[in-house]
């Protein structure tokens, strides 16, 4: 979809101007309140935030190799979704998980949907966490390769 | 040609977007071609309940045939399969199970297609996240072209839609932002395509203040125009809004202009209008200083079009690549990451009147170059020429 004439108020230029300017004062604000010295280098904040911008983007589980070294999914992985297990026989488990979903589920909705969505955001950061590992250790393989190449020269 | 268009919902009642853009062409299409509308009887996209007579109709020019739902969806399954899939590794069989739950669930659509398919030159699938295209486009496959309507949101990342999306005979796509998650999903490039977007009318002549007037509402406003849902990103800007506010932002107010689906904070400086008709929803979009689209997924915003189509600058969630590819190439507004962003970025649009104003005629400038009927119309018509010369 070709621009047909140069804009008179470019959106770009706009918009880095605007961005210049939170970065500075999210910077100042971070400073002041006792984050790393080397943030006091404008690039160096830049970089930082380029880096966990793009990890924070990146977090669908199926992009993220973490998980696959963590083992049992059973033993780390947060499970939002209600679940009635029963360890009883056919007939009996039958009526409690009855007596669970009808009566005890709708008295207690409050309190499965405040946890659901607590879970879900938990979820959420542990994935940008696991992806900001993965984004961080992928630069850490790439210097050190870049390291070895020049240690070859 | 005899052309079918599948979709889950149809009817002029209908306020979803994927279903609008599949009525308004379906129509425009019954100008030069034969064609049926294959849907449902459902008219509630939450439980898809029949309501609708089943069998055959006539609208507007255009054959309909509606199928009976068989089953209503099963609200907690459903949301516990969708944890399941979208947080894990799960199989192709519990990933296909996720679009049987979505529903809706219309075997005899199904029927239909497998007995009839061949009878259509072209088959055109609505929306891939549903039970009506996750099924039976494979049934037409060598016929099919497909409107993914596609969001970056978790339903994309199903491995199963690898080679689903690599099936159809042709691809319609509403931004290339679209069409290149969707390729990228198929894991090549997809052809053959076009980006079509949807057609609007233009705006109708400015209307005077008196409307806006009449409500109370004070200038400057920030306009929001929609379902006010937590889907919609409606949440996060009620919290930087106040955000601005409380920090000593621009005064400014924010008018929501639809109905609510979530509560909306009690504040001096929010206004929900609740459903406005059209004349007032005209007035608001003419005197807004800006319209905010708040949205996480998109695959195209029909309000930021319509916001653009009245002149007015869009302040977008950049988080969402279609809202920010949009911006960008009208140059028809702001975009933001973060509350300090949105605060930055609004402030510039009350501060800079003229400037504001001239994106908000960049952006209705890219809606006459792009997105008048006449040019929606003809992209698709060569589309669908081309893929039945390669069919033949």
């Known amino acids: 979809m070709p621009q047909s004439q140069p804009p008179v108020v470019p959106v770009d230029t706009v918009m880095a101007e605007l961005q210049d300017r939170v970065r500075n004062r999210l910077r100042a604000e971070l ?61 009996a488990a039958t009526m409690i998980r009855g007596v669970k979903q009808r009566l005890l589920m709708p008295a207690l909705r409050w309190l499965f949907e405040y946890s659901h969505d607590n879970f879900v955001r938990q979820q959420r950061v542990n994935h940008a966490l696991f992806a900001c590992v993965q984004e961080l250790a992928i630069q850490n393989a790439e210097l050190r390769r870049e390291l070895g ?4 020269r | 040609m005899k052309l079918a268009c599948v ?32 849907t449902t009887r459902a008219r509630d996209y939450v439980t898809w309940a029949n309501a609708y007579p089943e069998g055959r109709s006539r609208v ?9 739902v068989r089953r209503q969806r099963r609200l907690k399954a459903f949301a516990d399969l969708s944890d399941e899939v979208f947080e894990t590794r799960s199989s192709p069989e519990r990933q296909e199970a996720w679009f049987r739950e979505n529903g809706p669930d219309v075997p005899l659509l199904l029927e239909h297609l497998r007995a009839h398919g061949d009878d259509y030159d072209l088959v055109l699938f609505w929306s891939y ?35 689903y999306f690599g099936k159809p005979a042709g691809y319609l796509f509403l931004t ?31 209307p005077d203040r008196s409307a806006v007037d009449a409500l109370g509402i004070a200038q400057p406003f920030l306009l929001y125009v929609g379902r006010i849902d937590r889907n919609k990103g409606c949440h996060t800007l009620f919290e930087y809004f106040l955000e601005h506010l409380d920090e000593g932002g621009i005064d400014t107010t924010l008018v929501l202009a639809g109905p609510a689906k979530i509560p909306v904070p009690a504040h001096p400086r929010i206004r929900a209008l609740g459903f406005v008709d059209d004349a007032v929803r005209d007035a608001l979009l003419a005197h807004a200083r800006a ?3 708040p949205s996480p997924y998109e695959s195209l915003s029909i309000a930021l079009l319509e916001g653009w189509n009245h002149a007015v600058p869009a302040l977008v969630n950049g988080d969402c690549r279609v809202l920010e590819g949009q911006v960008q190439r009208a140059n028809g507004g702001l975009y933001y990451r973060s509350a300090k962003e949105f605060s930055e970025a609004l402030t510039w649009l009350l501060s800079h009147e003229p400037q504001a104003r001239t994106l908000g005629l960049q952006g209705l400038a890219y809606v006459e170059r792009e997105y008048r009927w006449e040019v929606v119309m003809d992209r698709v018509e060569r589309l669908l020429a081309e893929v039945r010369t390669r069919r033949s």
């Open chain 1, 31 to 91: 400073l002041q309140h006792g984050a790393s010295r080397a943030l006091e280098d404008p690039e160096v904040f830049a970089e930082v935030e380029r880096v966990l911008r793009e990890a924070a983007s990146r977090t669908s589980v199926r992009a993220l190799l973490l998980p696959e070294f963590l083992g049992d999914p059973a033993g780390w992985r947060l499970e939002p979704a209600l679940t009635y297990p029963s360890h009883r026989g056919a007939m």
């Open chain 2, 129 to 163: 996240r549903y039970y009506t295209s996750y099924f039976g486009l494979p049934l037409v496959a060598d016929r099919a072209v497909l409107l993914p309507t596609a969001e970056e949101d978790p339903a994309i990342g199903l491995d199963v839609l690898e080679p």
């Open chain 2, 176 to 206: 290339p932002e679209e069409g290149e998650l969707v390729s990228r999903r198929a894991g090549r490039r997809l052809e053959p395509a076009a980006v079509i977007g949807a057609g609007l009318d233009p705006a109708p002549p400015r």
């Open chain 2, 7 to 38: 979709i889950h919902r149809y009817g002029p009642d209908i306020a979803g977007g994927s279903e609008a853009h599949c009525r308004q062409l379906a129509e425009r299409l019954a100008a030069r071609h034969d064609v049926t509308v294959l």
């Open chain 2, 60 to 68: 507007n020019g255009v054959d309909i045939i509606r199928f009976p």
């Open chain 2, 291 to 293: 319209l905010v689209v």
């Open chain 1, 149 to 152: 190449r020049r240690a070859d």
